[in-house]
C-alpha cells in the first residue's frame, strides 16, 4: 500500500508542498486562518492561489508543449506582448470603464497570443526546427515587441472592468481563479475525456512514428504552442490587470523558467511523452509558496533563485535514473522500457 | 566550389560586411577605425562568453548559466577586492579557477546524472544569479588602481583607432579557442561528441571527460567574461549581463553553428558577435530608433539563420540519399 502511494506520481510534488506549508505553520502559526472581510475571502492561502493564478495558467500551456517533447521559450514574451497591447488599446479609449473596449482590448490580445502560438507551431512543426531554437526567436524578438508597443513607457490605465480581470472577487474569490479553474477544466477535459491527450503523448514519444500510425502530429503540434500562446496571453492580461499597467520590458520576466520549473516538479519528464497537470498545478503552487515563504521568513527576496536553484537540482536528481540507482544501490533493477527509452535518449 | 558546411559562415561574414557597409553609406562618420575597434571594445566580454558558448553548443549540449556567472564573478571581484582588500593578482585566478570549476560541476551532473544540460544549466543560472544577491544586493563600486588602468588603457593602433587592453584579452581566447577546436584532440572529441554521442562512446573516446571539460571550458570562458565585464563597468552588481545568455547564443547561432551540435566554427562566432555589435551601432547612430529595435532584429537575424541552416541540412541529407 505505502509503495503505490510513494510511487504516485503526485506523492513528492504534495509532500514537498505540505512541508512547505507545514513549515509556514510552524513559524506563523496564523498562516492557515482565512477571514471574510468585506465581503471577500483574505488570508495567505488565498493569496497564494491568487498570485499563482498567471503562473498556473502559463505552466498548464507548457506542459501540453513539454509532452510533445518541444518546450516554449517564448512565454514570458508573450505575456509582455499581451499585456501591453491589451493596456494600450484600453488606455486610448475614450471611455476606459467602457465594458466593449476592455472586450476589444482582452481579445485583440488574445488574438495576438494566438498568432505567436501560431508562428511557434509553424516553425517547430512544419519547418521542423528544434523546440528551443524556435521559441528562442520569439523569445528575443517578442521583448522588443512589447517595447514596441509600449514604446518603452509603463502604460497604465485607470478602468474598473479591466482591473476585475485580474484583482475583482466572484463569490467571495478572487477571479482569477476562477480563470484557471476554467482553463484547468478545459485542458483536463480536452486531454483526458478525448483521444487528443494519446495523440500528444504519442507525439512526444515518438512523432515519426505516430504520423506513421495515422496522426497527424504536425497538427497536434500547432494545437499545443496555439495552447501555449493562448494562456501565456491570458497570463498576460490577469498579471497587467492586476496592476493596472504593463511594462514591456519587465512583465513576465524569467516566466518562462518558472513554468518549466513547475511542469518538471510536477513529475512530466522533458523528454516528451507523458504528462501531469495536476502535477503541473501543484508545481507551480509549490513556487508561488515558496515565494510567499521567503517573504514571510524576511529574506531578501533574490535569495528565492538560490532556492529554486536547489528545487531545481534536488527535482532533477530524484528524475534521474541513474542517480536513484546509486542511491538505492539497486543497479540490477528490471526497468520499464518506458524509463529505458528515456535513458537512452539522453 | 565551396564546401556546403562553409555556406553559414560565408553568410555570415558577408551579411557583417554588408551591414557594415550600408552603415558607411548612410551615416557619415561610420566609416572609420575608430567605429570598427569600438565594435571589439563593447563586446569583448561578448566575444570570450561566446567562444565558450561555441564549444558547449558544437558539443550538443546548451549553457544558460553564462550570463549569471559574468555577474557573479563582477560580485565576487568587486568583493573580494573592496571588502577583502586582496590584491586582484589573487583575484583574478581565483574567480577564474570558480568559473571553471562551477562549470565542470556542471558538466559532471549532466554526465554522470543523464539530465538535460538545459535544465542543469538553468539550476545553475538560478545559482550563480541568486549567490550575487547573498554577497550584497547593492552595486560595489571598485576604486582599485589595477582595475582602474585595465580600463583606462588605450593602445593606440597604426590605423588610427585604439582598442583596450580587454579587447587583446577576448582576441587572445579566441586564437586559444580557435586552436583548441582545430589542432587539439579535445576539440575533436568535442565535434565528435556533437556529431553523435553514442558513436563517439563506441569508438572509445573519452566522452565523460570531453564533456566535463566543455562546460568547464565554458565556465572559465564566462568567468574571463566577467573579469573583462568588471574592468568595462568597474562594479560588481547581481543585476549585471542580465539576459547575456541570449546574446551569446544568438552570436554563436548567427555565426554558423548548428544547435544540433557537431558542426560550427570560432570564427563564426566572432562574426557573430559583430554582427550584433555593428546593429547596435547602426541604431546608436540613427539616433531616432530605439534600442527595442536590436533585439527584434537580432531576433529577425535568428530566425533568418537557423532557416538558412534548416534549408542546408535537408538538402544535404536529400542528397547523401541519392
Redesign the interface.
Known amino acids: 500500500m505505502w509503495n503505490r502511494i510513494s510511487k504516485h506520481h503526485l506523492f513528492w510534488p504534495l509532500t514537498v508542498l505540505a512541508a512547505l506549508l507545514l513549515f509556514n505553520l510552524v513559524y506563523k502559526p496564523g498562516f492557515f486562518s482565512v477571514r471574510i472581510q468585506g465581503g471577500h475571502l483574505y488570508g495567505s492561502l488565498i493569496d497564494i492561489l491568487n498570485y499563482g493564478a498567471p503562473l498556473i495558467l502559463v505552466a498548464i500551456g507548457m506542459t501540453l508543449v513539454i509532452a510533445t517533447g518541444g518546450i516554449d521559450l517564448s512565454v514570458g514574451s508573450i505575456v509582455a506582448i499581451s499585456g501591453a497591447i491589451a493596456c494600450l488599446i484600453v488606455s486610448r479609449a475614450s471611455d476606459q470603464h467602457s465594458l466593449s473596449i476592455v472586450l476589444t482590448a482582452v481579445g485583440v490580445a488574445l488574438g495576438l497570443a494566438i498568432i505567436c502560438g501560431l508562428w511557434n507551431g509553424i516553425l517547430v512543426g512544419g519547418a521542423g526546427m528544434q523546440a528551443i531554437i524556435a521559441t528562442l526567436i520569439l523569445m528575443v524578438a517578442g521583448r522588443g515587441i512589447a517595447q514596441l508597443v509600449t514604446n518603452g513607457q509603463i502604460v497604465t490605465v485607470t478602468s474598473n472592468p479591466y482591473k476585475y480581470i485580474g484583482a475583482g472577487w466572484l463569490a467571495m474569490l478572487p477571479f482569477s481563479i476562477f480563470i484557471v479553474a476554467a482553463v484547468l477544466l478545459a485542458a483536463a477535459w480536452l486531454t483526458r475525456r478525448t483521444a487528443l491527450g494519446l495523440f500528444i503523448e504519442s507525439v512526444g514519444s515518438n512523432a515519426t512514428a505516430s504520423r506513421l500510425a495515422g496522426i497527424r502530429s504536425r497538427s497536434v503540434i500547432f494545437a499545443v504552442y496555439i495552447f501555449c500562446g493562448l494562456c501565456a496571453g491570458l497570463a498576460g492580461i490577469i498579471l497587467s490587470s492586476n496592476v493596472s499597467s504593463a511594462d514591456g520590458n519587465n512583465a513576465g520576466l524569467w516566466y518562462e523558467l518558472d513554468a518549466i520549473l513547475a511542469v518538471v516538479i510536477g513529475g512530466t519528464s522533458l523528454n516528451g511523452g507523458r504528462f501531469y497537470l495536476s502535477g503541473t498545478v501543484v508545481g507551480a503552487l509549490i513556487i508561488q509558496t515558496l515565494t510567499t515563504t521567503i517573504y514571510m521568513v524576511g529574506v531578501p527576496p533574490e535569495i528565492t533563485l538560490v532556492v529554486k536553484a536547489f528545487v531545481v537540482f534536488t527535482v532533477c536528481l530524484i528524475q534521474s535514473e541513474k542517480f536513484r540507482m546509486a542511491m538505492t544501490g539497486k543497479g540490477k533493477r528490471r526497468r520499464a522500457p518506458a524509463e529505458r527509452e528515456v535513458t537512452q535518449h539522453g | 566550389m565551396v564546401k556546403r558546411q562553409y555556406l553559414p559562415i560565408l553568410v555570415t561574414v558577408a551579411l557583417f560586411i554588408l551591414v557594415f557597409l550600408a552603415g558607411s553609406f548612410r551615416y557619415t562618420g561610420f566609416f572609420s577605425m575608430q567605429v570598427l575597434t569600438n565594435l571589439l571594445i563593447d563586446n569583448a566580454f561578448l566575444l570570450i562568453v561566446a567562444v565558450g558558448m561555441t564549444f558547449v553548443i558544437v558539443s550538443g549540449g ?1 549553457d544558460l548559466s553564462v550570463g549569471s556567472m559574468v555577474a557573479l564573478t563582477t560580485m565576487l571581484s568587486a568583493t573580494l577586492i573592496e571588502q577583502l582588500g586582496w590584491p586582484p593578482s589573487l583575484v583574478i585566478p581565483c574567480v577564474l579557477l570558480f568559473g571553471a570549476l562551477f562549470g565542470l560541476g556542471m558538466g559532471a ?1 549532466i554526465h ?5 544540460p ?3 544549466t ?6 550563480a ?6 554577497i550584497s ?1 547593492n552595486t560595489i563600486t571598485i576604486d582599485n588602481a589595477f582595475y582602474k588602468d585595465m580600463a583606462m588603457t588605450k593602445i593606440q593602433l597604426p590605423g588610427g583607432g585604439f582598442i583596450s587592453i580587454s579587447v587583446i584579452i577576448a582576441l587572445a581566447v579566441v586564437l586559444l579557442a580557435i586552436y583548441l577546436a582545430h589542432y587539439t584532440r579535445f576539440g575533436r572529441n568535442t565535434y565528435a561528441i556533437g556529431g553523435s554521442e553514442q558513436s563517439s562512446l563506441l569508438m572509445g573516446l573519452p566522452v565523460a571527460r570531453t564533456k566535463m571539460l566543455v562546460y568547464a571550458f565554458s565556465g572559465f570562458c564566462s568567468a574571463l567574461g566577467g573579469v573583462v565585464f568588471t574592468f568595462y563597468m568597474l562594479s560588481g552588481y ?1 543585476l549585471h549581463a542580465v539576459g547575456l545568455e ?1 546574446d551569446a ?2 552570436a554563436v ?1 548567427i555565426g554558423g553553428t548548428l ?2 551540435g557537431g558542426v560550427g566554427y570560432v570564427a563564426g562566432t566572432v562574426f557573430g558577435v559583430l554582427i550584433q555589435g555593428v546593429i547596435q551601432t547602426i541604431i546608436n547612430f540613427e539616433g531616432t530608433l ?7 532584429v ?3 537575424l ?2 533568418v539563420f ?2 538558412l541552416q ?1 534549408i542546408i541540412n535537408v538538402r544535404a541529407s536529400k542528397s547523401r540519399a541519392v
Do not use: D, E, H, P
Not at chain 2, 554522470?112 to 538535460?116: A, G, L, R, S
Not at chain 2, 544569479?129 to 547573498?134: K, N, P, Q
Not at chain 2, 530605439?290 to 527584434?296: A, D, L, N
Open positions: 546548451i551532473i554522470y546524472f543523464n539530465i538535460q538545459f535544465i542543469v538553468l539550476a545553475g543560472m538560478f545559482l544569479r541568486g549567490l550575487c544577491y547573498v544586493i547581481g541570449l547564443i544568438a547561432v544547435l544540433t530605439s534600442s527595442w529595435w536590436t533585439r527584434i537580432i531576433g529577425i535568428l530566425f537557423i532557416l534548416r
